[in-house]
């Protein structure tokens, strides 16, 4: 095949929900003067942009006297060459490291990493022996650097124009943002643009250098007395008695774990691409605050090469071409649920039916769960813990009940409703069952981020020894499925986090059947296109995970298919299954225990508020004789078809091929004198279920084939006297320009026969390739 981070996370995905709206409202009611031409920047600047200042210069200074005190040791640094190096601790800096390698090289390096985990500042002198890495914008965490950097520029020039407080400035995908509130609720304005970027070129040239400070909880609040987020930030995030970084560049010093580059200076290319609202820490109740999006690289041919990018993924944003094409819309009164048109149900279908005859092929088992279940259920699975700000809750019959954001603990309850044998494993559980997430109002967009979706969820129950091989399975329908579609992937496995379920030996076992499983799959790519990357952390609180990054055409990383191994749910649910090695005398098969109700005489317990605790939906209970655990995978390959299905849209620009395009065929008569053979023709098609449609409108035969070209049909039939007589068509593809001319008849019967072969391949090639090969030959003649 071909080659193909966590605290702000919650923050990043803060937006108001209908942030066009927003903005829109809140330039109506703005001032019809232009922002732009009143002052660039504050005069005098805010008062506490000096306090702030003078409190740093002192304790930097103390930091600084206190790092000259310290022993120097020789220490070795290692590259990734094998090639060592010999400095001090202290003094030796990986910027010094750059230097003595090549100036260029130094100019280029972002960010340093040491050890192979740590991000250092360039400037910041080494303190031990280490090995060493020297990271550039290519890299991706270097580019998360650069762009984090960027950010605390673009809040320098926030604060020297509004005297805002600002909040978070974090790197996202595709670029930074700066989230932050303006004196007496203001708004920021479009016109505001170009004045702050004007003080970022400012900023820029001066090549302000980034200081790292560490200072103790009760000095940041002495910083921030003035700024209540980020007083708000520093008593909630940080421990009494310990202490945190800053960084400074310029005027500015915010709240900060860096990395950061050298200086500003290195930020040659800036801009802003978008501003709206948001609410501080996505809660609206909580105060709104203003976000203001920018981008930058390291020179400006980058910046140009991303304009067009943009540009190019405008005119393939899904959305447009959800309403270009009539697939699907969205009403007010049901936010993030999609409204599906009939062609747009015709691509889901699609979809469905082609992962539904792999499930076939691939001994999968279809199942129905129902949409709403009582909160029991996931207190068991240990779901509501983590996901409850998830889930959309309902009081039902003085009981609370949850519509399931995923099918996982219904199918381990399915699983456990009989009594299992080895014989019947790997059982695999597929369900289509629509979800429900309760998703911010501002993250919303379009079918990308939706509340109510169907998604191809599935779930092995597997023995220890199937693990490999049931992997391996997923690895070659994933293979198979983005092929028949030209998309690429890449693949991560993520490891424990800090908070998880179970025992750390059933972990480190875990991980390592995936690695082993990604190893030969790996190993087994005959082009050398696939490899894998470990994402330590970042796993699912019940167990490690394999993400799998699509690539489209525009080379863009989507979130889809996932392989999930789960020893957690299996312990939850007290799922097991009968080995078939026989039970000893004197042993026996315990019963599946159920909640028994409490003795008259035991008082009920009681939870902190004092009321009634109340009973688990399962006792949890230890292995019967002759029993084990089973392995729980969780899988999906395309993930949210919602989801998917935008991800289409916008790898084949609207585009589709012809065994999921929703208008495969229109016919086009002449004239009206041979409407009659051009439906005929269109029933014909329509019999073998193809979607054709009839052109019988009294525009020009060009106008006719124009209008099916724009509604993207993968083929025009153009008939005329000549295919009425004979029974042939006049084909022309879509995606060959060398069969736009007309005059090369074919019969019928033959390019429906083709169609058929084409759609049963699911094919992206030319049917018709003679057809192109005869129009040549007439040109050449002619």
Known sequence: MEKVEKVTEALKKAT???????????????PAADASAGPLEMNPPPSFIQERIDLFDRLYKEQQEEI?????EDIT????????????????????????????????????????ETLWDLERPLEKSCKLELLDFNDDQGKFVFWHSSAHILGEACERRFGCSLCIGPPVDNGFYYEMALPDGAAVQSTDWAPLESIVSKVVKEKQPFQRLEMSKEDLLKMFAY?????????????????????????????????????????????????SSSYFLGDA???????????????????????????????????????????FYFEECSPGSAMWLPHGMRIHNAIMDYIKEEYWARGYDEVMTPNMFNVSLWEQSGHLAHYKEDMFLLDVDKEQFGLKPMNCPAHAMMFRHRERSHKELPLRLADFGVLHRNEASGALSGLTRVRRFQQDDAHIFCREDQIKEEVADLFDFMRKFYGILGL?????LSTRPEKFLGEIETWDRAESRLKEALDEFAASDKDGGVSWELNPGDGAFYGPKIDIAVLDCLNRPWQCATIQLDFQQ?????????????VQKGETKAAVEEPAPPAPEAEAEKDKDGKEKKKPLLIKKALSPGCARPVMIHRAMAGSIERFTAILAEHFAGKWPFWMSPRQVIVIPVGMGFLDYAKEVAALLKNEKFYADVDSSGNTLQKKIRNGQLAQYNFVFVVGDDEMRNRKVNIRYRDDTSTQARDVPFDLDEAIQKLRQLKSDRGMYNPFPHVAEARKEEEVKA
Do not use: W
Not at 244 to 265: A, E, K, M
Not at 488 to 492: A, D, S, W, Y
């Open 16 to 30: 108001i929900g209908g942030d066009e709206k927003k903005a829109k409202k809140e330039k109506k009611a703005a």
């Open 488 to 492: 690429t992937f890449k693949l991560k």
């Open 285 to 327: 109740n909580n105060d709104s605050l203003q976000r203001i999006y920018g981008v930058s690289f390291p020179d400006k041919k980058q910046m140009a090469a991303h304009k067009k990018f943009l540009e190019e993924a405008a005119k393939r944003d899904h959305r447009l071409i959800g309403k270009q094409q009539e697939l």
């Open 570 to 582: 299996p312990q939850n649910f007290s799922l097991e299954y009968q080995t078939g090695e026989a």
């Open 68 to 72: 000259a005190s310290r022993p120097r």
């Open 227 to 275: 700024n209540k987020y980020k007083q708000h930030i520093i008593k909630d995030k940080i421990e009494d008695g310990t202490k945190t970084t800053v960084y400074r560049n310029g005027p500015l010093i915010d709240l900060c774990r860096g990395p950061h580059v050298p200086d500003t200076g290195r930020i040659e290319a800036f801009a802003i691409m978008k501003n």
């Open 77 to 116: 640094i290692t590259m990734p060459d094998g090639t060592i190096k010999v400095g001090k601790s202290y003094e030796t800096t990986p910027a010094e490291i750059a230097k003595g390698i090549s100036n260029s090289l130094f100019k280029r390096t972002v960010v340093a990493r040491i050890d192979g």
